[in-house]
Structures are given as C-alpha cells and as structure tokens.
C-alpha cells in the first residue's frame, strides 16, 4: 500500500485502521487499540454502532441524495428534532463544522446589512478558538499557526482575548454584526468560557443588536451532559453550529437559528448541494434518538464525575500532571510535560488520545462508554505518568 498519493497535511501516528467495534478499533495486524478521540468527538456512538448501521442500510434503499430545491421527509424531521431540543427556530444543513460557520458568519453579515448601515459588519472571535480550515473559519479561528501561511484571509474580523470583558466591551460597538464563541475551546487547549463572560456577551449582543454565535462543533451533541452545550451556561446564543457527533461519524453539520437571526435570509442567500440530503439526515435522527430518547446524554455527568474523580487522584499522585481541564466527556490533562510525547506513548499501549493547544491532551470517549473500557484506558494513563520524567 503506497501512501504517497494521500497529500501532506497531516503529521500522522503510523498506522492504518481496517475497523471499529463500540470503544475499540483494530489496525491491520490486528492491534487493539482503546479509542478515546472517537474521531476528535465525533463517534459519539462509538464504532459499529447498530443504529448507525441500520439507518445507512435502510435509508439507502430509499433515498440518498435529491435536490435541495425540494424537500425531503428526513431533513424535515432531523430539523423539528433539533428545534424540539433547543430553544431556536430553523435549521440550515451543511457536511461539515467549516461550512456550518461559514454559514453562521454569512448569516451574521446579513443580518448586520439588515439591520445597521453598510458598515456593520464586524466579526469579533477568540484568542486560542478553532473554527475550521475554510477561508471565513479560518478568518475567525485565534491561532497564528493556522492562519500565517494563508493571508490574506477574510477582512471585517477582530480578535479578542477570552474572559476579559474590559477586552470585550472595548472592540464591541454598533459595526459589530456577530461575535463567534466555542463555550469551550476544544482545539485550543480545553478552555472554558465563563458564564459571567458569556453573560456578558449575551447583553453586549443585545445592546448593539449583534448576533451572538456559538460553536458547540466539537462540545454539542451531549458532550457536556445536555444535548446543546449552551445549556449548561445559561446563556442562549442566536445562532448554534453544530456537525462531528451530529451524524455519530457520518459527515453532517448544521446551522440553529432563532427567529431574530432567521430573519435575516431570503432564498438565494446560502445554499450547499450535499447539505442535509435524506442519508445524512436519516444518520444524525438516528444519533438523535440514541442520544435522547435512549437516554445516553443523560449518563454522561455520572461518566464524567467517575473520570474527573479519578484524574484528579493521578494529579496528586504524579508531577507531570498540571491540571485536570474541561466538562462533560470533554476532558483535558493539562501537562507539565510534551503532550505528543504522552499521547504517543499512550498510543504504545494501545490507547488514542489527541493533544489540544500546547500542553494539554484530550480525551474524548464516546459517549456510551463502558465503565470497563474507562478503567483500562485510564490504567493507560497512570502506566504512562509513572514512567514520565520530569
Ligand atoms: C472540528 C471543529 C470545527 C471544524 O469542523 P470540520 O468538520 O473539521 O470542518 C469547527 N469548530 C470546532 C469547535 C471544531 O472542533
């Protein structure tokens, strides 16, 4: 197998997965690996996940793809479920969390031409946040890394500096049309906005009518123990993005509008070909279902306590560790040490973790996890600490 022909944009762990089953997957020689990435928080189901399976099998025997200048029986139904869970009004479909905050920023710069001069079109966006590779995302995501090689990028766009409201309230003003936050930074390193923060943000918003965007890409979908993450800060945003977990592994991501931002678009003024098509819809009801109706969102504060109790023992008990970071199943080991050094000889004894900013590693089981799966995987970690020196 020549893996010459796959582009150079990944520094890859070496080796080559062949298949999953729940928390497990296995490479071509057959090596067992327990995976806490879960594709960076997307197989919220784990792999295999038999409702996965069967609403691929079935819906593809149905439909799989029609024109979005028609409607289909699944997006309707993906959207009404989303809009039962939450406190919005209408749903925009699109492949993935990039296009999802393309569409959210899009839907900010029309709301700011409806609702200010020709100037009101200022972006505010986070130091450390990731909101994904595209152009306008990319614009908006506060990692110099990321952005350096690829300037110019999208004009109209400022950055701040997380949980510093003086900060915050001296760039807001009447050209801002929308400010983009992940409640919690998940690329970024594990970072939590404070409710005070986003409190704050929430009333800027309404004073200089703004709209005020969350990025639950990665923390949504029940991570942090509520199917959307803004529920666990008490601040509704006007716009949600949401894709990863969404589909369980399946590419869907999608944009959740209240009225105020809804109001904004006419058709004509976004649109995706592949965006909510009857096969990724029937995927992400299914995930759904699963993930509220089977009751699994609502075991992931007790997995999380369980976990959290745990690191904080090994914090404790081995000097590598700086802090125990995150919510929900959205957990960051803060490391005095190199993270890819610690995730590559986790990777060594069989479990997948990823690193997130500069100090940190993630661990992100799915969310049906078992209990023993947890231990060994943490029994990992400790093996792990006790041979890091410091
Ligand atoms: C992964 C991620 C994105 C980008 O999603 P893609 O599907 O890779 O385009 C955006 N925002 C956050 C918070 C993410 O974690």
């Given at each position: 197998?020549?893996?010459?022909?796959?582009?150079?944009?990944?520094?890859?762990?070496?080796?080559?997965?062949?298949?999953?089953?729940?928390?497990?997957?296995?490479?071509?020689?057959?090596?067992?690996?327990?995976?806490?990435?879960?594709?960076?928080?997307?197989?919220?189901?784990g792999h295999s996940h038999p409702a996965i399976i069967n609403a691929i099998t079935e819906q593809s025997k149905r439909l799989?793809?029609?024109?979005?200048?028609?409607?289909?029986?699944?997006n309707i139904a993906l959207a009404e479920k989303l809009i039962q869970n939450s406190d919005h009004s209408s749903v925009f479909?699109?492949?993935?969390?990039t296009e999802a905050v393309e569409g959210a920023l899009k839907l900010a710069r029309k709301y700011g031409k409806k609702h200010g001069n020709n100037d009101k079109n200022i972006l505010l966006y986070m130091d450390n946040s990731f909101h994904g590779r595209s152009m306008g995302a990319l614009s908006v995501t506060g990692?110099?890394?990321?952005?350096?090689?690829?300037m110019p990028l999208m004009g109209g766009v400022k950055r701040i500096q997380l949980n510093d409201i003086e900060d915050l309230k001296n760039n807001f003003n009447d050209k801002v049309c929308g400010i983009i936050i992940e409640p919690i930074q998940g690329e970024g390193g594990i970072n939590t906005a404070s409710a005070k923060y986003l409190k704050e943000v929430r009333s800027l918003c309404d004073s200089y009518d703004a709209l005020l965007i969350f990025d639950e890409i990665q923390c949504g979908m029940g991570r942090l123990g509520s199917l959307f993450a803004y529920k666990k800060f008490n601040v509704v945003p006007d716009v949600i993005c949401i894709a990863k977990a969404?589909?369980?592994?399946?590419?869907?991501?999608?944009?959740?509008?209240?009225?105020?931002?809804?109001?904004?678009?006419?058709?004509?003024?976004?649109?995706?070909?592949?965006?909510g098509n009857p096969l990724g819809c029937a995927v992400a009801l299914a995930v759904l279902n699963e993930l509220v109706d089977g009751g699994i969102v609502a075991t992931v504060e007790k997995k999380s306590n369980y976990i959290m109790?745990?690191?904080?023992?090994?914090?404790?008990?081995?000097?590598?560790?700086?802090?125990?970071?995150?919510?929900?199943?959205?957990?960051?080991?803060?490391l005095k040490t190199s993270p890819k050094d610690f995730s590559n000889a986790c990777f060594k004894k069989g479990l997948l973790a990823v690193t997130a900013g500069t100090n940190v590693v993630r661990l992100l089981p799915p969310l049906n996890v078992s209990k023993e799966d947890v231990d060994e995987a943490l029994s990992i970690v400790e093996a792990v600490l006790s041979e890091t020196t410091m």
């Open positions: 197998m020549s893996k010459s022909n796959i582009m150079n944009t990944y520094g890859r762990f070496d080796v080559t997965f062949e298949k999953g089953l729940g928390s497990r997957v296995y490479d071509v020689n057959g090596k067992e690996y327990i995976d806490f990435v879960s594709g960076v928080a997307t197989n919220c189901l799989i793809h029609i024109s979005n200048n028609y409607w289909s029986t699944k479909f699109s492949n993935s969390g990692q110099d890394k990321y952005q350096k090689d690829f969404l589909g369980g592994g399946f590419p869907i991501g999608a944009v959740v509008a209240n009225e105020r931002a809804d109001s904004a678009v006419a058709p004509g003024d976004h649109g995706s070909t592949f965006g109790e745990k690191l904080h023992i090994l914090k404790d008990k081995y000097k590598a560790i700086d802090e125990i970071k995150g919510m929900g199943l959205l957990i960051g080991i803060s």
